[in-house]
């Protein structure tokens, strides 16, 4: 199993909302609200050691070394973070070991979760929301789908292993329309897997892209075209 002692920046992601904003034809906050923009990351070591790790919170303007506004402690007795994901009612997923908290936006220093979901045993390290609110959470080589609406007692309606086979790690994941990419970290070669939204537990790749070698796949994004 690949060593995870590395992964000090987990993922990140960014909100930036204005009154009256819409996109993708969704409104994404009522018209009285305004929401920051911010730069979320999930910081899975500490400087002292590996563990707990911390959320972390920027605000604009960005600036070199410039210090988080918030910096939130992993849950009780949990490590990481580890994968993250914002949905259109300002609400941010954040992965842990064996669970994904739900935190709402935005986040002061004594903000604690929503809400959590209990997952499987491992990192919840790949993230993300399909067009139905649906969550999907990758851990190790296994993709777990949690039906909207989503609350403390969300259990998976979908488990899906990959074609890779047992091992770590699935690392990010990205949405594009009805594509779901996968950064799988799992074998050499790795690999980029798309599959086609929503899942089902019959689910197969609609095309796998490596470029040979130990690759160690960690991130995958999309542009607004698609690539």
């Known amino acids: 199993m690949r060593s995870i002692h ?27 609200a305004t929401i920051p923009t ?6 899975f070591s500490n400087a002292n050691g590996v563990f707990p790790g911390s959320l972390l919170d920027f605000g604009l303007p960005f600036s070199s070394n410039v210090a988080p506004l918030v910096t939130l402690a992993p849950p009780a007795g949990n490590e990481g973070p580890f994968g993250l994901v914002l949905d259109s009612s300002h609400r941010l997923f954040v992965g842990y070991s064996g669970e994904v908290a739900v935190y709402k936006l935005p986040l002061t220093p004594s903000s604690t979760p929503q809400f959590q979901i209990t997952t499987a045993a491992g990192e919840s390290q790949g993230l993300a929301l399909d067009a ?75 095309a796998s892209i490596t470029t040979g070698g130990s690759q160690a796949y960690a991130g995958v994004a999309f542009d607004a075209s698609g690539k």
């Open 6 to 32: 590395w992964m000090l920046v987990a993922a990140l992601a960014a909100v930036a909302v204005t009154t009256g904003c819409k996109g993708s034809g969704t409104a994404l906050n009522p018209p009285t």
């Open 132 to 206: 139905s609110g649906d969550l999907i959470v990758g851990i190790n080589d296994t993709l777990y789908v949690f039906p909207a609406p989503l609350s403390s007692t969300s259990t998976a309606s979908v488990t899906l292993a990959l074609p890779s086979g047992p091992g770590c790690c699935l690392q990010e994941f990205a949405v594009h329309g009805s594509t779901l990419a996968i950064a799988d970290a799992v074998t050499s070669p790795d690999h980029i897997y798309l599959y086609s939204l929503p899942l089902t537990g019959a689910s197969v790749p609609t």
């Open 38 to 43: 911010r730069l979320y990351v999930a910081n």
